[in-house]
């Protein structure tokens, strides 16, 4: 049996889905992106007239990607600390991933933090006009 979780901070859903479900003593995160909550803003994105993205800010939208998953982790009952497993999508990986693991690295390594495994994969893209999607296997206490 599982229970889906809905963050009230984290930016809603995309589609048809939770921000997370609860099973047993794990919690699993959806792919959470950048996005601001209430609004369909892509922080550091510029989208060119015809709707494609002219240019973005990996760094940034990195740093919303952590905050919404700590968010959905805090809104489920979890702490940050609880994160062991973390997948990362990006879709420029040669020319982001020096950028997106050293954010990484401050979110999720070292001292306090959980240093969870990871993977991070390259892929050619995501449903919105987004270069980075991260979702996280939390064990629940």
């Known amino acids: 049996m599982s229970e889906p979780v809905v963050s009230s901070r984290a930016p809603e859903p995309v589609g048809a889905y939770p921000h997370a479900r609860r099973a047993g003593n794990l919690l699993f995160l959806s792919g959470v992106g950048p996005r601001v909550r209430g609004s369909k803003e892509i ?17 940034l939208q990195c740093r919303n990607c952590f905050a919404n998953v700590r968010a959905v982790v805090e809104d489920a009952g979890a702490r940050w600390e609880d994160v062991v497993d973390v997948t990362v999508f990006l879709t420029d990986i040669r020319r982001d991933f020096a950028a997106y693991n050293r954010i990484y690295a401050e979110h999720f390594a070292g001292p306090g933090n959980p240093n969870p495994t990871r993977t991070t994969l390259g892929i050619s893209a995501l449903p919105t006009p987004i270069a980075v999607e991260v979702k996280a296997i939390v064990a629940l206490r």
């Open 43 to 59: 922080p550091g994105v510029t989208l060119a007239p015809d709707g494609s993205v002219a240019s973005y800010d990996i760094e």
